[in-house]
């Protein structure tokens, strides 16, 4: 792997430094971004480390359910990636250790917010905003007319032609249903869902999945970080990319470690390369175009630029808490699940 081999002798000053520290421990990771970088930060982590990796990827509201269940015996050591809201929501129900990685000073502003505001228990890692991508050749052999807004996505003409995630198992649909309640109000963001939910033909688990589908031809537009659809697109899609009218929210993804991990001083050298110039760049380099914490490291190229999307004013503590999402994720259950037409969940 080029990326890997790129990496040279500094790396190897500083694996020396990690065996002395954690010597051949293995380290379970679970991992919400993309599987393509996943695969690629096990692979440049133990190379850079000798450690043995267990990285399974997930989607961030199935991470949750994961490290609450195992509360009284962790198996996981790191929860790597997701929504930060959810990992504030951790957070709030006492199951993350605190630490904080030694390239804190480094990060950008909006990420040592976030690492204040976890009480220390997790660390903002990426930012990307909320949007959705549609195939153009989709549309027009449905020929039906593109969508700018939210609001056009109630409209009949897009009846089973759109997929978005489940809040329930995906962050990027929590940030959806957190960022239309700070745009709309809670009552009009709720009657707002279940229109949209009449022109819904899946509800996946995972928050990529509809643009993916959206890329393949399979549906006509997919919900999802702007981020993902720049993948997609990248890849070759008949994809366009929009940041709706109205304006929009964004995430900040973070990485923390379970509290009563077994294995601490691995999973606090994963943190700190994690937050790495060397470890952010895994991103760009596994195709992923999210906008790194460290201000040393570089931009993916494709990466959007989100000073020019109109944006909220993303409000984390009030929907990182465990009441509002237990509420929150209710009312989507009985309001807008319950009561939409499709289509088994994926
Ligand atoms: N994909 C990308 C590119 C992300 O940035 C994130 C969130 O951090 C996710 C997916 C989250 O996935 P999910 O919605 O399946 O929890």
Redesign the pocket.
């Known amino acids: 792997m080029k990326f890997i081999a790129s990496l040279g002798a500094g790396a190897a000053v500083w694996l020396s430094l990690s065996l002395n520290a954690a010597s051949a421990q293995d380290l379970n990771v679970l991992c919400?971004?993309?599987v393509e970088?996943c695969q690629m930060m096990e692979a440049v982590f133990e190379e850079k480390t000798g450690l043995d990796v267990s990285m399974e990827r997930?989607?961030?509201?199935?991470?949750l359910d994961r490290v609450r269940a195992e509360r009284a015996a962790p198996k996981i050591d790191v929860w790597w990636?997701?929504?930060?809201d959810?990992h504030l929501q951790a957070a709030g129900e006492d199951l993350l250790e605190p630490y904080q990685p030694k390239n804190f000073e480094d990060t950008l502003p909006w990420a040592q917010n976030f690492f204040l505001m976890s009480g220390g228990k997790a660390a903002g890692i990426?930012a990307?905003a909320l949007g959705f991508g549609y195939n153009s050749d989709f549309l027009a052999e449905h020929g039906v007319a593109a969508p700018s807004c939210w609001k056009d996505l109630t409209a009949p003409r897009y009846k089973g032609l759109v997929q978005m995630?489940n809040p329930n198992?995906?962050?990027?649909?929590?940030?959806m249903l957190a960022t239309l309640v700070q745009l709309l109000g809670e009552d009009e963001a709720f009657e707002y869902l279940a229109a949209l939910a009449k022109n819904i033909d899946r509800f996946t688990?995972?928050?990529?999945?509809p643009v993916q589908a959206a890329a393949r031809g399979e549906t006509g537009i997919g919900i999802?970080?702007i981020?993902?659809a720049v993948?997609q697109k990248l890849a070759g899609a008949p994809m366009v990319i929009v940041a709706p009218c109205e304006g929009t929210g964004y995430?900040i993804?973070?990485v923390s470690i379970v509290k009563g991990t077994r294995n601490p001083e691995a999973a606090r050298l994963f943190v700190d390369f994690a937050l790495s110039p060397e470890g952010q760049e895994t991103c760009a380099a596994s195709g992923?175009?999210?906008i790194p914490a460290n201000a040393k490291a570089s931009l993916p190229p494709a990466a959007p630029d989100i000073s020019l999307i109109r944006m909220v004013d993303y409000d984390f503590a009030t929907f990182g808490s465990p009441d509002q999402r237990r509420r929150l994720l209710d009312r989507f259950d009985k309001e807008v699940l319950q009561t939409a037409t499709p289509v088994a969940t994926q």
């Open positions: 919400a971004v993309q970088w997930r989607s961030t509201g199935e991470i990636g997701g929504t930060g959810t990426y990307g995630p198992s995906s962050g990027t649909a929590y940030t688990t995972s928050g990529a999945a999802s970080f981020h993902d993948t995430e993804g973070a992923q175009n999210q």
